[in-house]
Each structure stands twice: as C-alpha cells, then as structure tokens.
C-alpha cells in the first residue's frame, strides 16, 4: 500500500493547451482528464537487495550479541521493512504521475460513500514530469503558526511573508521588500522615493565627513596616509527596507481620552497585543502575499524569472480558528477569499481562478460558509468494508438532496440559523420542542455519564420536518436519537391516545422512517412496535432510533392497583413518570394546572384525559422552565421512552469508540506472545 492522489481538471475549448500532457487520447474532446500522484519504489529489486542486505547483517550482529546471555538483548535497526524506510525512504521511493482515463472514472460509491479508484494496466508507463507544473499554483498556512517564535526554516514564500513562525513585524518587513520596496525594479511611482533617499543619503555623507575630519587628522599626524597611500573616506548606503528592521517596527495604537493636546498616541509593541489579532492580520497579509506572488507582481522579481501565471491558484488553510474568538473567524472566511481575488488582472483575465480549501473544526466557520461548499470527512476504523488502516469518506453536502430543493432550502436555512457543530458532534438528538431541549441536558448529566462526556448535538426539529434532514444525516453517518410525539389522529384532530380504536400517527417522521416495518401509521401498531424494530440501521457505525411516547403503570390515586397509562406528549409522559414530584409540587399557569389534575383524579384513565387538556392548551416552554426551577428538580427522572433511547445512545456511543481505538494483532506477532 503506498500513498497516491487522483487528481481531476476539467478543461474546456480555449484551455487544452495546459493539459497537454494529460489529454487520454486523440478522440477527446474536452472534458475531464485525470492523473495519479502515487509515492512508490524507484527500484523494487534495489529495494529488495538493500533491504535484505541490512536484514542479513543485523542477524549476524544479533547471534554473535546471543553468545553472552548475560547481557541485555540488543534493538538493531532495521526491525523489519518499515524501520528499514525511516532512515532509506527518499533514497529508495520518488513521486510518479500516471495519466488516468476519463472513460474509467466512476462517482463514490452511493453505500459506502468510498472513492473507486480507477486501476493502472499492467502496461501503464509513469509520465517524465509533473504535468501539473504551470498549471496549479499552490500555498498553505498550516495550524502551528508559531507567533514569536523564531523559525530557521527557509522555503519558497519566506521571502513573501509566507513563511510561518515569525513575528508579524518580520512578515510585513518581508512583504515590503518584496513587493513595495522601491530599489527593487523601481517604476515611475517610485522616484519622489529614491530622491528622497538619495538626498538623505548626501546630507549623511557631509555630517559623517565633517565629524570624522579631526580623527582622521590625528590619524595622518602619524604619517600615514602617504603620498602613495589611498585616503581614508565613510560612505553610507541607506535602504527604504532598514527603516523597519527593528523590533518595533509594528505598534498598535490605543484610544485615549483627555491627553494633552499635540501629546503622542499610545502605542503598544506587537508582542503586547493579542494572539487573535496579530494571527488575523497575519494571515491576511499572507493571503496577500500568496496572490501577488502567484500574479508575479514581486518588485524583487529577476528578468530570467517565469512570468508564466498558472491557470489555478489553490490556497489550502489549516484550522484559522486557532487564537480567533468566535466574530472573528467569521469574518476571516468571509472575506478570505475576496482577498484573494481581489486584483484587477483577475477581473480582467477570467481564465485565472483561485480555489480555497480551509480545513477546520469550527462550527462559526461552517455556520459561515454556504452547505454548498462544505465537504464532510467521516472517519472509519480499521477492518470497516474490509480496509486494514483507518480511513476517511468524503460526502459533498452540495449534492445530498439531489433535486429537492424545497428540502435543501429547509435544511439550509434551519442548520444556519440554529446548529452548524451537527458536523463536528458524536452523535445527534433530534427532538420535538422546547420542553426536551431544556431538560434532556440535565437527564443525560445526571444518568448518562459517557453520553454526557461525549460531543452530542441536540437540535430542536418539530416532528412535521425531523424527516427532511435524513439526508444530512445519512450523509455525516453519525449516531442519531430522534425523541418524538406519537400525534395520534382520530380523523384529522388530534386526539388522547387511546387502544384498538383504528387511531394513526399524524407524526411524518414515524410515518416516513419506520415504513420498512410495517407500522406506518397505526397507533396500536407503534405501541408494541419492538426495540428492534424502533432502529434503522445503515452500517457497523451509523444507525438512527426512534424514540415516542410509550405505555406507563402509575396508581392513580395513590395506593391504588396499576394501570396502563397512555401518554402522547413529552409532558404527560414526565408526569406519568413522577407522579410523586408533581403531587407534592407548586406552581402558576400550565404547571398549577398539572398540580390540580393530579391531585383530583380519580384513576389512571381520568388522570390521562385531563392532562391531554391541560396540555394541548398549555404553555410548554413555560411548563418546562417551571420544571427546571423547581426545588426537587435533580430528582426527576425522564419517561421510559427516553430512557431507552437515551441508553441505546449512549452504547453506540461507546461502541464507536471502542471500534475506533481497536487495534487488530496480527496471527503471526500473536503466536510469539
């Protein structure tokens, strides 16, 4: 197994010209041509020899060590062919390109949501160069921005304010004398400049000249300089460059109220202001750098130079989130990008583009962006649809709701103005209202301790469109628990849930999502429906459950025998459960009204009936943040539907991690333990 990267153009009339080496055949046309980066051996059979050659002398080494027992075993390098590659690995392995063939390329699997990679003939030959060489231009920022720290490391941007790990008066010092220092490749705009300094610089060499006069008498009192003797003279050489060659060649300026007048501003040195903001001006600056560079507008550039701009411009951003409180990474992706393109000759030239590829685990990033530009990388574990090391899928969400525009546009909208952390959570809890949003917290830090450790989302979904996001969630293959009303119908009114009078579910979350088990919509039908049966299970990692109002005992009054209790909300359902709690409870508006049913009612039945009124005419919310400030609130504990599906989160949970963290042992090293 050894690295490689598919790569795909898509190039049109006008542009075949820069995929030359990559067009497949004399028949194309146009269209997409593809090629293959793969890191493999240069010489297999080299590899081979050398490799064996090593193996061969540690065996020597390590029989003649096995004479003395009483010495401790010896480590020699190389254990085997991995150890070998860490010291051999650019002497034995290069980069090769292969040309791949649009005929053969396949979309992602739509199950597995894996590439298909296209398979190389037994014929194929390597291509001489990079065919991507003046074609793509490529710049990163990577996380470890360093800022204060010094950085020996030299690379191609260090000269335009690319290189990271550097103080930003050293990045702007930089970006300066590459692209506006004025003794380099001057222009016209740049003569008032040079005069200026060149006049400076004559009024230096007569102050330098009258001050050194008498030294240089006293030297020549000694004889020397003689006749034949060169003089002595001090010249200076000033550059525009060396006026900000020094620590604080960056201030910020703070506000001040009631200073003297004409007084100067108070300035602070940049390592006394703020990670965040030196890290946003930073890599703006170095956006800048990445998009004059690439342009070729550097005032330091050579005549010999290529002055070829490649076609693409692809700037890649590891995690800017880094130092930047929540507005600001907002405002960084929002504007990075017109940055980037912010230069006439790209107006002009529209056949030069540039493509952003931020990569990060923000939620204020995600939020920011449009769902069309997202790309979601699910992480699969070892030995899943038979791979041996952990790999990662990739799920365009541009592409997840096909032609359904009205759902795109529901889920869009919704993702935007409540949750975008959906895409970097555990798991996910859809609920149906306000009362489950503000007290399933307290039910899972109070019972479910490795669900409350974990990263779980809970999105408040009204049980009429939780089913437009099973796409979204099919796409991200993560752990679902949808908690919702059973809505019984009776006709088209909602009504008690009751048994055996042909009521169905007005629910379309149940309706649509449990079809494939033949209880779309009869009401008797989901009351006995099986836990089995409540789960829809996609792969090893991702599965959805349904979570709905199911039958409770209670003895109403108290000290009665058992009854069957039939809830259709969140809330009977929690009264049902704590029928202590509220007896004893007190309360105002929807809450004094619970108190009262349950203290007059004369059996279960009647108790069901007359908490459907109250609460079909209630404030829930209100309800709810009643509950929560109640004194006895930590003993409350959730209904029995949510306590099951609460459960059966938490395992998926534990067993994703556990199947994440798993490492399978070889038969062969098995055998020697």
């Known amino acids: 197994m050894v690295p490689m990267l598919d790569l795909w153009l898509s190039a049109e009339n006008g542009e075949l010209h820069f995929v030359k080496d990559l067009i497949p055949s004399f028949s194309w046309r146009g269209g997409p041509v593809g090629v293959r980066f793969r890191f493999e051996p240069k010489d297999i059979v080299a590899l081979y020899n050398d490799f064996r050659a090593e193996r061969e002398r540690v065996h020597a080494l390590e029989a003649e060590a096995a004479k003395d027992a009483d010495k401790a075993a010896l480590t020699l390098w190389p254990k085997d062919l991995t150890d070998f590659l860490t010291r051999r690995l650019g002497t034995h392995f290069e980069m090769r390109w292969y040309r791949l063939d649009p005929a053969k390329l396949v979309e992602p699997d739509k199950v597995t949501r894996e590439a298909v990679l296209q398979p190389l003939g037994p014929s194929t030959v390597p291509m001489q160069a990079n065919p991507l060489a003046g074609l793509v231009r490529i710049h990163e920022i990577n996380a470890q921005r360093g800022f204060g720290e010094l950085d020996g490391s030299e690379s191609e941007d260090s000269t335009s304010a690319g290189r990271s790990g550097r103080r930003l008066s050293e990045q702007l010092r930089a970006y300066y004398k590459r692209h506006l220092d004025p003794e380099q490749s001057p222009g016209p705009t740049d003569i008032e400049a040079l ?89 703006i600056f170095r956006l800048m ?114 032609d359904d525009t009205n759902t795109k546009r529901f889920v869009t909208r919704y993702l935007r103005s409540q949750h975008a952390d959906v895409f970097f959570a555990d798991a996910l809890i859809l609920v149906e209202g306000a009362a489950e949003r503000i007290l399933l917290p307290h039910f899972i830090r109070n019972r479910f301790l490795q669900l409350h450790q974990a990263y779980v989302t809970l999105l408040e979904v009204g049980g009429s469109h939780a089913h437009r996001l099973r796409p979204l969630l099919d796409s991200l293959g993560i752990p679902c628990l949808v908690i919702t009303d059973i809505d019984a119908l009776g006709g088209k009114a909602s009504v008690q849930v009751k ?58 009054p108290a000290g009665a025998a058992p009854q069957e209790v039939l809830s259709g909300t969140f809330e009977d359902a929690l009264v049902f459960a704590n029928l202590a709690h509220f007896s004893a409870a007190k309360g105002k508006g929807m809450m004094g009204a619970v108190v009262r049913e349950v203290a007059k009612a004369a059996s279960g039945d009647a108790l069901a009936a007359g908490l459907f009124k109250v609460i079909g005419d209630g404030d829930k919310a209100g309800f709810a943040l009643s509950v929560l400030y109640d004194t006895n609130f930590e003993a409350l504990i959730p209904p029995s539907y949510i306590e099951e599906g609460l459960s059966w989160l938490q395992q998926r949970i534990v067993k994703k991690k556990h199947e994440m963290l798993l490492v399978s042992v070889p038969a062969e090293e098995g055998a020697h333990e």
């Open 289 to 402: 750098s990445f998009r004059d560079a690439w342009l070729r507008k550097s005032k330091a550039a050579l005549a010999s130079d290529d002055l070829v701009v490649e076609p693409i411009h692809v700037v890649m951003i590891e995690e800017p989130e880094a130092h930047l409180h929540a507005q600001v990474q907002q405002v960084f992706v929002r504007h990075a990008y017109h940055v980037l393109t912010n230069d006439p000759l790209l107006k002009k030239f529209p056949g030069l583009s540039t493509q952003l590829v931020v990569s990060s685990h923000s939620s204020h990033i995600a939020h920011e962006l449009p769902y069309a530009s997202l790309r979601y990388f699910r992480r699969l574990p070892a030995g899943m649809h038979g791979k041996q090391v952990p790999v990662s899928t990739v799920s365009n969400l541009e592409a997840i709701f096909g």
């Open 195 to 283: 005069r200026a300094m060149d006049a400076a610089r004559v009024a230096f060499d007569f102050r330098l000249a009258a001050s050194f006069k008498p030294a240089f008498q006293e030297v020549e009192s000694l004889g020397y300089p003689g006749a034949n003797d060169p003089t002595i003279h001090v010249a200076t050489q000033l550059s525009a460059a060396d006026g900000i060659n020094h620590e604080s060649a960056v201030l910020f300026e703070l506000d001040s109220v009631g200073g003297a007048a004409g007084a100067p501003p108070l300035r602070l040195p940049e390592t006394s202001n703020g990670l965040g903001y030196q890290n946003l001006i930073s890599m």
């Open 499 to 556: 048994r055996n009078v042909g009521q169905v579910t007005g629910n379309p979350t149940l309706r649509s999502w449990l079809k494939s088990n033949n209880k779309r919509s009869g009401i008797d039908g989901l009351l006995d429906l099986s836990e089995t049966d409540k789960v829809i299970v996609s792969d090893d990692l991702y599965s959805i459950r349904m979570a709905y109002q199911t039958p409770a005992s209670v003895a109403v």
